[in-house]
C-alpha cells in the first residue's frame, strides 16, 4: 500500500534549552538517516554556533547567505541551501551575523513568526525539515517554534534531566497558546545512554513514567565515534555506519518515520 502523502515538508524543531545533550548531533544523524530512506531532507541550522552546518562538512567561506539573511528576509531560501554529499540531505548554514539576530529581531513586528514567513511557500522540495535550535529558550528558539508543526526534545540520561524538560514543555504549551495552536510534541529521544550507569537507566525509567509513549524506544547511547564524527565533517553513518551510535540513529529514523506515517493516517 502506498504511503500517505502531505502537500509540503513536516517542519521539526530540534530543541532543548540545556546544552550538551546532542541535540545537533540527533539532528545531523536523523536527517541523514532518513535521507537514506529516501526522503528528501533540510536541516536549518539556526544556532550561531553552527555546529550542524560544521558536522556536515560545510566550510565557513561557503557560509556567506545564511540563516540569518533569510529570517531577516534577505535573501530566499533557495539562495541559502546548500547540498551535502549524502544524497537527498541539504542544510542552511548559520553564520555569525545570527549571534545577534535576536537583538534585530526585537524592532520587527511579528518578530516570533520572521522565520515561519520565511520559509513560506519555500518547502515543496521537501519531506522533511529540521530545525536545529540554539541552546536556550530566546527568540531564534521561539521562532523556530512558531514555524514547526512539531518539536523534537533530545534529553541526556543525567540527573536534572527532567527539571529542564519540564520547562521546555511549558514552553512548548504557551507557544502552542499564543502563536501555533497546531504544534506538537512529536517525541522525547533519550541521548547519551550509558548502560554501565544505574543513573542512566534510573533516568529513563522516570522519563518513561512521565511521558509515556512519547519517549522513543530507540536509545541514544554514549559512543566515541560519534563524538569523533564532527571533527571530520562527517554525520557518523558516514564516519562509522557499523558502530552502536550509527545503529541507534537508523533505528531511530525508522521509529520516527513510523510515528509520522501514524500521524498522517490519523
Partial sequence: MAEPSRSSAR???????KGGVGKTTTAINLATAM???KKTVLIIDLDPQGNASTGLGIDRGAREVNSYHVMLGEAALADAVIATNIPGLSVVPSGVDLSGAEIEL????????RLKESLAGSLAAYDYVLIDCPPSLNLLTLNALVAANAVMVPLQCEFFALEGVSHLIKTIERVRQAFNPGLELQGIILTMFDKRNNLSDQVAADVREYFGDKVYKTVIPRNVRVSEAPSHGKPVLLYDMKCTGSEAYINLASEVLKRERELLRA
Fill in 11 to 17: 517542519v521539526i524543531a530540534v530543541a532543548n534549552q
Fill in 35 to 37: 535521507a537514506a530512506t
Fill in 106 to 113: 526585537v524592532e520587527f513586528e511579528r518578530r516570533e513568526h
